[in-house]
């Protein structure tokens, strides 16, 4: 799944997440390529460890729960 044109596909510098905002709709889930994003009982978890900070879930979250600084 392809989101915006080709100059927004940019990494990212930093990842947040506020919970508050997340409807735990999945789709952050969907698009990481590394799979390190769970989702549980209402729970999102992120291992940041794994993560390379693609850029992907900010861009697919409707809700604004995951944003990203831009590289």
Do not use: Q, W
């Not at 905002?21 to 549980?40: H, K, S, T």
Request: aromatic residues 6%.
């Amino acid at each position: 799944m392809v989101f915006g044109s080709k100059s927004e596909l940019r990494k990212i510098t930093s990842l947040h997440f506020y919970a508050a905002l997340c409807d735990f709709c999945g789709c952050c889930v969907a698009v990481c390529p590394v799979d390190c994003i769970e989702l549980e009982e209402a729970k999102l978890t992120v291992d940041l460890t794994v993560c390379t900070l693609c850029g992907n879930c900010p861009r697919a979250c409707p809700v604004g729960a995951l944003t990203g600084e831009a590289a």
